[in-house]
């Protein structure tokens, strides 16, 4: 069946950047030009999918505005002839048919998810984590999609991590079965470094069978009080095959300060239009700490 639906869980508080996110969403934090969750919205729709569900919460509003059309804004672009902006701004509201519920509690990412059943149904579909920004020549979750149609079941995307930083994921055991793509046989989340299965990480991608919602339903809580969803994964897999995809590309954890540092440095390089200027000023930068 074909994957159409994707489900981005936002309700989270974002506390890692308060207080620039006392008032304002983790997820509309600008990296460059646009909010961290556009970059995420365009990897689902150059992936094929056709309609979102943000899974919301309290002060998340200005997600829904900056999705939505701005009459007001496209009038006075219109007035002023700012052809090109007026273009990219209609671009934004017109990519895909977006919906919303709300995650009344934050009671964990499974509980999210649960929250999208209604919408969902009966059929396989994908989880995308707004704050994982992945720069790669073909968009992680088509590669998801790839290992998905070749192997059914659900897919997750995996990263090698250091073993320091192991016990901030999920940490899979899994069996290599072809180039990038593992049969998972064992998942912990966020287990300390001597009890973690490997240094391969589970990141914000997935696509998950209908199935996790019977799994969802009865999970109990787990670490930190939260339902889950890498439990429920792995009480999902004694039912059905869950496959990791190692993917191909740089994954850029824009929910660290550091991390979001690195990124807006990695991907300002980029961009053509400043990219000579900003090199031209962290090579001086460099000069100047080191005189």
Do not use: W
């Not at 007035?79 to 990519?95: A, F, T």
């Not at 993917?247 to 400043?274: Q, S």
């Amino acid at each position: 069946m074909k994957i159409r639906k994707a489900v981005f869980p936002v309700a989270g508080l974002g506390t890692r950047f308060l207080p620039a996110t006392k008032s304002s969403p983790k997820e509309m934090l600008p990296l460059i030009d646009k909010p961290l969750v556009q970059y995420v919205v365009e990897e689902a729709v150059a992936s094929g999918i056709e309609q979102i569900l943000f899974v919301t919460g309290r002060g998340k509003r200005a997600i829904e505005d900056h999705f939505d059309i701005s009459v007001e804004l496209e009038n006075h672009l219109q007035e002023k002839g700012k052809k090109r902006v007026l273009r990219e701004m209609r671009e934004i509201g017109d990519m895909v048919n977006i919906f919303y519920v709300r995650q009344k509690q934050a009671l964990g990412l499974g509980h999210a998810i649960l929250c999208a059943k209604d919408f969902i149904g009966n059929e396989p579909f994908a989880v995308l984590l707004g704050d994982d920004i992945i720069d790669s020549g073909r968009p992680c979750l088509a590669q998801l999609l790839e290992v998905y149609e070749k192997h059914g079941g659900s897919v997750l995307a995996l990263e090698k991590v250091p073993m320091e930083q192991i016990s901030s994921y999920g940490a899979v055991r899994a069996e290599k079965i072809e180039e990038r793509v593992y049969d998972i046989l064992d998942m912990v989340e966020k287990p300390r470094q001597e009890e973690a299965p490997s240094d391969m990480a589970i990141i914000g991608r997935y696509l998950l069978t209908p199935g996790i919602f019977a799994v969802l339903e009865s999970q109990k809580p787990g670490k930190g009080g939260e339902i889950q969803l890498t439990d429920a994964i792995l009480k999902l897999s004694d039912r059905e095959k869950v496959f990791g995809c190692l993917f191909d590309g740089i994954r850029h954890d824009c929910g660290d300060k550091l991390g979001f540092l690195k990124a807006t440095v990695d991907l300002a390089l980029k961009r053509d239009e400043f990219r000579k200027e900003f090199e031209d000023y962290l090579r001086q930068k460099l000069l100047d700490e080191d005189t």
